[in-house]
């Protein structure tokens, strides 16, 4: 069975940082697409940032492009999320999710392209 799980979430004020990790219990996580989503109340979930199968290639929304870093290591199943100079409009849970790519594909910005999803972290971003 595979779990996808989020951790660092947390209360910040603005201009603070945060960084989220992700694990993923899989049997091969380099040939997982990884990527982060966010849903903030009475909107729809949203894509955030995600990264290719070997951390080549990074994808970004754009309204957190220079703020917010995807990265990964493959050796710990682990995504991380780094967020800096965060915004009040930052406020959501953040949520985790897997691709799995038999052969390397683009990264998805769709969320309904992931196989697996974590519960998602809470991040409040106080003005």
């Known amino acids: 069975q595979v779990t996808v799980v989020e951790s660092g979430g947390g209360l910040v004020q603005a201009g603070g940082s945060l960084r989220l990790s992700c694990v993923a219990s899989v049997r091969t996580f380099s040939r997982y697409v990884m990527a982060w989503f966010r849903q903030a109340p009475g909107q729809e979930r949203e894509f955030v940032a995600g990264?290719?199968?070997?951390?080549?290639?990074?994808y970004y929304l754009d309204s957190v492009k220079g703020r917010f870093t995807i990265s990964r290591d493959n050796a710990k199943n682990t995504v991380y999320l780094q967020m800096n100079s965060l915004k009040p409009d930052d406020t959501a849970v953040y949520y985790c999710?897997?691709?799995?790519?038999?052969?390397?594909?683009?990264?998805?910005?769709?969320?309904?392209?992931?196989?697996?999803w974590g519960r998602g972290t809470q991040v409040v971003v106080s003005s």
């Open positions: 990264i290719d199968r070997a951390a080549g290639d990074t």
């Open positions: 999710a897997a691709d799995f790519q038999v052969t390397p594909m683009e990264v998805s910005r769709v969320e309904g392209k992931y196989d697996y």
